[in-house]
């Protein structure tokens, strides 16, 4: 099975958990990693939010699978679009990680004011703005060691990345967790996932084995929701969903669809009927006043 990834350090680590998982549940099947640039790797001077439609992070990942160049592509599923390329089907979902921002090298109620915090998510640069107006919101782009670096260097006062990322490096350094409830995580955030062409039956017999049943159940509501809305990776939207039991709770925001950003903290049923999730989607865009 031929299987790629982009080229980031981080891309490469994710990849190899992918891997491991291969290794211990189908050890018969060889692996063979490709790793090529994104158009988000190249480019790194556009702001995400303008390349949000193209699948920024999986356009030619997408491309060589529908050539058959590859087999499959592991990829962070925050960064696959809603929309997806026509032929293709995220197959696995791994257990999910921490799905929380972090921001560094201090708390956000600790920085002065004016300072300079760094972020390519306009996410959370509404987050921020509608936490601490006083703050200057400044783009960052870049992996995560560039980013690092440019804090180091005194670029930044502070920087805001997905702790999930961070884990996976083994990167340890003064870092505050940011309180999911609050600071409500993107769509998909902490979770890896595995795509492939979806009439590779031989492809999706095995890959199917690696997928997390109650990650890909919050997920798929997260990533339901943002489709109704017909929001983009880079658009001012949180999502995360949690199961509890029977319940699945949902908390989301929404920035520059309404006068007032809108704010969503709901316990429904695991077994909802798409029209929960209709209603949520109608509440964040506006299209309804209450839920």
Do not use: W
Not at 75 to 98: C, H
Not at 113 to 142: C, H, N, Y
Not at 220 to 247: F, H, K, L, Q
């Amino acid at each position: 099975m031929i299987v790629g990834t982009r080229e980031s350090k981080l891309a490469m680590r994710q990849t190899e958990i992918f891997q491991q998982l291969m290794a211990s549940r189908h050890p018969e099947v060889k692996v063979d990693i490709v790793s090529m640039k994104a158009l988000g790797d190249i480019d790194l001077k556009s702001p995400l939010s303008q390349m949000s439609s193209v699948g920024a992070f999986v356009r030619e990942l997408d491309e060589a699978m529908l050539q058959h160049r590859i087999d499959a592509s592991v990829n962070s599923l925050k960064d696959i679009p809603t929309k997806m390329t026509p032929g293709l089907t995220v197959v696995a979902i791994f257990e999910r990680d921490s799905p929380e921002d972090v921001i560094l090298p201090c708390p956000l109620e600790d920085l002065p004011k004016g300072a300079k915090v760094g972020t390519s998510s306009v996410r959370r640069m509404r987050l921020i703005q509608s936490i601490r107006p006083d703050l200057e919101i400044v783009q960052l782009r870049g992996n995560i060691h560039t980013r690092l670096n440019k804090l180091d260097n005194g670029e930044y006062d502070a920087i805001l990345l997905a702790k999930a990322g961070l884990e996976r490096m083994g990167i340890e350094r003064p870092m505050h967790t940011l309180d999911k409830t609050v600071f409500i995580p993107a769509p998909g955030q902490g979770t890896i996932a595995v795509e492939c062409r979806s009439d590779d039956a031989e492809a999706i017999n095995v890959l199917k084995t690696l997928d997390h049943q109650e990650t890909r159940e919050a997920v798929d509501a997260e990533r339901e929701i943002m489709r109704i809305m017909g929001a983009g990776c880079s658009a001012p939207v949180g999502i995360n969903a949690e199961i509890r039991g029977d319940e699945l709770l949902i908390r989301a925001i929404s920035f520059d669809y309404t006068p007032e950003p809108r704010k969503v903290d709901v316990a429904v049923p695991r077994k909802h009927g798409p029209q929960v999730l209709q209603d949520i989607a109608d509440y964040l865009t506006g299209k309804r006043d209450s839920l």
